[in-house]
């Protein structure tokens, strides 16, 4: 019966499409460590396309641009297209005000990489300032990185200036976050066993420490609306944090092993984490159930397979906007495209080393970066939401889990707005 399950779900699974990849320039010294891509991001305007392609190297994109290459638009060409990203100085010339492809040198090696965009008339949460080194304004893109030092440093991604350096980190930055309320709040997560906000309106100066991992922090990530973070590293944890107070409301209790990645659905309502437990869990991050475990080794593990070394670790996941749509890197050569209401995935594509994912703003593409500097893109299955799904997802943006609790509704209409239904 096991078997003709299996049987059942495989063929279920089509192969997603690849439409692309973007590569870096081979020497002798790139087969040493160093040339890992440990993180790409979308621009959230979806202007650029950054990653972090080895060698304290970061190089970034404009994203119109390249999907244009990977689609043969305007061409003959059929199937994926293999770009070589070179120093892009030499190149045609762009018009003024035009997303143009360049590189930074971090000066070191980078582990962590995000997109931030102010709001002018979003206030800096310090108080009695009177002057200010910089003035952003409503243009404003910046890129912050992670390094292997421990610094932090800010950059204007229309110039490549570096504007801020922060050092307060005693070990490498493996991630960081900015608010999406535009407030250019940063928070960076860290080996040194902490993470620290940054309010960049007031010229980086650290807001606070948040303490309570008792090993390394791998990934962390704001809700929707900025007022949670949540967490994640070794020793199985995951830590969800009030961001209006900078405490801890509770720890989510359900892995076997180091967690290293986690992000929210769009609409706040359910949060995904990756361990190397070989599962994905989606929890109500409201009141800290588990609402789905997707799982990447059939039967499952015992606990203590999964709290050891296997070939199945899921080195990150990445929440489409559709709020649909899940996808992991598995240590197994497989990236997976699942979506929230099905156990088994939609689609899989092979994928050699895969370190990080992310989807573009508009959630039609998969960026997934590996250990030799590359990037690769997929096509993300596509499907028409239902009327009821967008409406859980206006409805959820707004109310939390408890006040969907209360409402006078039918019990069925109740769970499916709270997600019980998964």
């Not at 499409?17 to 979806?46: C, H, M, N, Y």
């Not at 359900?254 to 949060?271: K, M, R």
Request: net charge neutral; glycine share 8%.
């Amino acid at each position: 019966v096991l078997l003709q399950h299996c049987v059942i779900n495989q063929s279920d699974i089509c192969k997603a499409k690849f439409i692309g990849e973007l590569l870096v320039p081979v020497a002798p010294f790139d087969q040493k460590s160093g040339r890992e891509t440990w993180t790409v991001a979308f621009a959230p305007d979806g202007s650029y396309f950054a990653w972090s392609q080895g060698h304290r190297i970061v190089t970034l994109v404009p994203w119109s641009k390249c999907l244009k290459n990977f689609v043969g638009e305007g061409s003959t060409g059929v199937g994926p297209q293999r770009l070589s990203r070179q120093n892009s100085e030499g190149g045609t010339v762009v018009p003024v005000g035009d997303p143009r492809e360049h590189t930074i040198d971090c000066g070191d090696i980078v582990w962590g990489l995000a997109f931030g965009s102010s709001v002018p008339e979003k206030q800096s949460r310090c108080v009695n300032i009177e002057w200010h080194r910089f003035k952003f304004g409503q243009d404003q893109l910046l890129l912050a990185t992670g390094l292997n030092n421990g610094r932090v440093k800010i950059w204007d991604v229309y110039t490549g200036k570096l504007l801020l350096n922060l050092m307060d980190h005693t070990d490498i930055v493996r991630d960081l976050t900015f608010a999406p309320d535009g407030s250019l709040m940063l928070v960076s997560a860290s080996r040194d066993k902490t993470l620290r906000v940054w309010d960049l309106k007031d010229d980086g100066n650290m807001v606070k420490v948040l303490r309570g991992h008792q090993n390394w922090v791998y990934c962390c990530a704001f809700s929707p609306d900025s007022s949670v973070l949540c967490s994640v590293g070794a020793s199985k944890s995951v830590f969800l944090w009030d961001m209006d107070k900078y405490s801890l409301i509770r720890k989510l209790e359900g892995h076997h092993n180091d967690v290293v990645s986690c992000e929210f659905s769009p609409d706040g309502a359910l949060l995904a984490t990756a361990s190397y437990d070989t599962r994905v869990i989606i929890w109500d991050p409201h009141v800290g159930t588990v609402l789905l475990e997707l799982a990447h080794l059939f039967p499952p593990p015992s606990p203590i397979f999964a709290g050891g070394a296997n070939d199945r670790w899921v080195r990150s996941v990445a929440f489409c906007h559709d709020g649909r749509h899940i996808a992991s890197i598995t240590d197994d050569r497989m990236v997976r495209f699942w979506t929230i209401d099905e156990k088994s995935p939609k689609a899989i594509a092979p994928l050699i080393n895969g370190l990080c994912c992310a989807f573009s703003i508009d959630g039609s593409v998969l960026a997934a970066g590996s250990r030799d500097g590359s990037v690769h893109f997929w096509a993300c299955p596509k499907g028409i939401a239902s009327l009821q799904h967008l409406c859980r997802m206006a409805l959820r943006r707004v109310m939390s889990t408890q006040q969907v609790q209360t409402l006078p509704i039918p019990p069925r209409i109740r769970s499916y707005l709270s997600y019980q239904d998964l």
